[in-house]
């Protein structure tokens, strides 16, 4: 497998003291770059008459590899290095968020408004109409980022407080791209029924909940009994945010290769929350076949090892032929290879066994199914989760502005038919002729992404009735 690139996700400050000889600081980066480190900033801090001090900034692949960098500067003659910081760490030290207030609290009279006595008026006008919780509260613009910590980005099961940044981070992206405040809440919950309980007990606070990093088959549960029993929208971001953006990436990788969808044969490696999820917008939406494959090989209706209940209900509507044996097998004649597993499950050769013009989105993140640069001839658009290669499939395109059409018509829930049209609004953010190879969805920063979400979520919640206003 090629080599990860360097990363912002593990860059490094190294203080250095430099002999004040000239070359030394040559040497030094020179080093770096050898190492295979990306070198950024070089500031100078002091200058101490023989010794002068700088700081650089180097971006590395991993952890094992910042290690790599920083012995390589200490084995430069003339270099000593004094300390080492890693600036990811840094971002997180206290925390990411903060809660502030609207309008600030100067006098008594500030005071006597926001808080005791006036504010014992908006309680007793609340009592006496409950659905006022909507316009005199944060109820309105408020979303819970709830999980267990059961299944963390890569990690698994690592726990509630192990979480928590990550759900600060959610809460960060929800306020900067759609003005949202979300809250994290990591709760030790280690049942459906326990996580469920503290959903129900928090939900009179929000105007809707995202689950997130809650493992399958526990999170399908933990959703379908919290869209029965609450009146608000209760989204887990890793099945539907997922399927939304994957969608919005094959209607225009299809449009770019020429292929129609009722003719498409799809294969998923990896039938958790998100592959299952994904296989079902992209059915409801018309394409052609699809087939599932997890560590026990292809989904066919007759197969008994490592069957859940959704993968019995996905069985009966993939695999048309009812093919069987490996994710080899399953590629053999594909149009699409869609990867929701792990790092470097596929070998480049399986995939040349594919169709011509075939589209391979690789979204184990961050090491891919497959590695971008392994791609056969025949692949001709791939697409992955990462932030360094052209074509990033990433949930925050979806989420900030979905919450932000479900907020905005204090919706009871939501339906395939929004996460429809939120994919097509996504996928229509760019012009047809903007679209090619490299260029299939619209970067994370685009500021047109949000507010065409949000409106395709609205409209259609509104012709679904699930919208109070």
């Known amino acids: 497998m090629p080599p990860l690139t360097p990363s912002a996700g593990y860059t490094l400050t190294l203080r250095v003291n430099l002999k004040n000889v000239p070359g030394t600081l040559g040497r030094l980066t020179t080093a770096i770059g050898r190492a295979g480190g990306d070198l950024g900033a070089v500031d100078l801090v002091e200058h101490r008459g023989k010794i002068v001090v700088r700081d650089l900034t180097v971006k590395c692949r991993d952890e094992a590899h910042s290690q790599q960098i920083v012995k390589a500067a200490s084995r430069v003659e003339g270099v000593e290095v004094r300390s080492v910081s890693d600036r990811t760490f840094e971002t997180h030290a206290g925390g990411k968020i903060s809660v502030t207030p609207k309008y600030p609290l ?21 009592a006496d109409a409950p659905e006022r919780v909507w316009d005199l509260t944060i109820k309105q613009n408020s979303v819970a980022v709830l999980t267990n910590g059961t299944a963390v980005l890569g990690l698994g099961d690592i726990g509630p407080e192990a979480a928590l940044p990550v759900m600060e981070g959610k809460a960060m992206l929800f306020k900067e791209f759609a003005d949202i405040d979300a809250y994290p809440i990591c709760a030790r919950a280690n049942t459906a029924g326990e996580l469920v309980a ?71 490696l990896g039938m958790g929350a998100a592959g299952i999820a994904c296989t079902r917008i992209l059915l409801e939406d018309g394409i052609g076949d699809v087939i599932g494959v997890d560590r026990a090989g292809i ?115 939501f339906t395939t038919a929004m996460e429809i049209a939120a994919a097509r609004a996504l996928a229509e953010i760019s012009a047809r002729e903007e679209l090619d190879e490299e260029y299939i969805v619209p970067s994370v920063f685009d500021r047109r992404v949000m507010p065409a979400i949000a409106e395709a979520v609205r409209k259609t919640a509104a012709d679904e009735n699930m919208a109070r206003a």
Not at 320 to 328: A, F, K, N, P, V
Request: net charge negative.
């Open 198 to 268: 503290v959903a129900r007990a928090i939900a009179p606070g929000f105007g809707g909940i995202n689950l997130e990093d809650v493992a399958a088959p526990m999170c399908f549960e933990v959703e379908r009994r919290l869209r029965d029993e609450l009146d608000i929208p209760v989204f887990h971001d890793d099945q539907h945010g997922t399927a939304v953006v994957t969608l919005a990436a094959l209607i225009n990788a299809a449009h770019v290769v020429g292929k129609r969808f009722q003719d498409m044969r799809v294969v998923f």
């Open 106 to 126: 100067k006098t008594r009279d500030d005071l006597s408004m926001a808080y005791t006595p006036g504010v014992g008026r908006i309680s007793r006008a609340i």
């Open 299 to 413: 989904i066919h209706r007759d197969r008994a090892e490592n069957m859940s209940d959704e993968k019995r209900a996905i069985a009966q509507i993939t695999n048309s032929d009812q093919l069987r044996g490996t994710l080899h097998d399953a590629l053999r004649g594909a149009d699409v290879f869609i990867g929701l597993s792990g790092p470097g499950l596929v070998k480049p050769e399986w995939l040349s066994e594919m169709t011509s013009d075939a589209i391979v989105f690789a979204m184990a993140n961050p090491v891919p199914e497959v590695m971008p640069e392994e791609m056969p001839e025949n692949v001709r658009i791939v697409a992955t989760g990462r932030s360094d290669y052209p074509n990033q499939i990433n949930n925050v395109l979806v989420f900030p502005g979905f919450f932000r059409g479900l907020l905005d018509c204090r919706a009871r829930g």
